[in-house]
């Protein structure tokens, strides 16, 4: 029997929405005690008459150094794809070999790696 194709990404938003829904649920129980995800808005709670959308606040060039660093780290030089050599070429990711012969990617931020107005007004 094959098994059901689920689609990453919805899944990984359920997941961030649900850690949002128990945080807040969390810092705010009488607001959120009995809260559930929904559709539009993510998070409701009914008794409360509030709806939470969730979204990213992460900076663009945050998301991609880490979508870099996720890509490059566990791989051996056979597993490296041409991108993820150009962005070790191009210094856009710093990469380590280990001992065993696998790539670690690292990466460092200054400043703000957040952005309130562009998540909410893209």
Known sequence: MDK???????VKKRIEEER???ILKYVFP???GSSEL???PDIIAIE??????VTNSQKKHIHEGLARTGS???KNDEALNSCDLMNMEKKKVTSNKTPTGEYIGAIAFRGETHSLIEAYFF
């Open 4 to 10: 059901p194709k689920i689609n990453g990404g919805v």
């Open 20 to 22: 949002a829904r128990r």
């Open 30 to 32: 009488d607001k959120y």
């Open 38 to 40: 929904s559709e539009r």
């Open 48 to 53: 409360a008459d509030i709806g939470v959308e």
């Open 72 to 74: 490059i780290s566990g």
